[in-house]
């Protein structure tokens, strides 16, 4: 395959976002706003198929469907700016994808804490 090289950062990036959700299980607290999001978004995803009671017992489910609102979320942004630059600016769109990668995994992890709770 004669992959560009912005293709193949968009690529790492979504397996490293796609990676990061190994982690969501060993936030402790409140976390983030966009941890609570992708989290209890896909508790609400499961629980409005099956039940809550099944949604709090089958956590591997849950960081399944997790997996995916997290990957789904980080594309939302990711794709079109990739779509946008990786013809016209293929070095700037490089840099631009890894930047929001950063932001993005930061967003899960540190960046707008949730103290509210949910």
């Not at 941890?35 to 039940?51: M, P």
């Not at 939302?76 to 950063?102: D, N, Q, Y």
Request: glycine share 10%.
């Amino acid at each position: 395959m004669n992959m560009r090289f912005a293709d193949k950062v968009l690529f790492a990036s979504g397996v490293l976002v796609a990676s990061s959700t190994a982690g969501l299980p060993y936030v402790r607290g409140y976390g983030t706003g966009l941890f609570q999001l992708v989290t209890l978004g896909a508790w609400s995803i499961i629980a409005r198929f099956s039940s809550g009671i099944f949604a709090d017992r089958h956590h591997g489910m849950l960081w399944a469907v997790a997996l995916l609102l997290n990957v789904l979320c980080f594309s939302v942004v990711a794709v079109p700016l990739w779509i946008v630059t990786r013809k016209r600016l293929p070095k700037w769109g490089t840099f631009l994808i890894i930047g929001w990668t950063v932001f993005y995994v930061s967003m899960v992890f540190i960046l707008f804490p949730a103290t509210d709770g949910p």
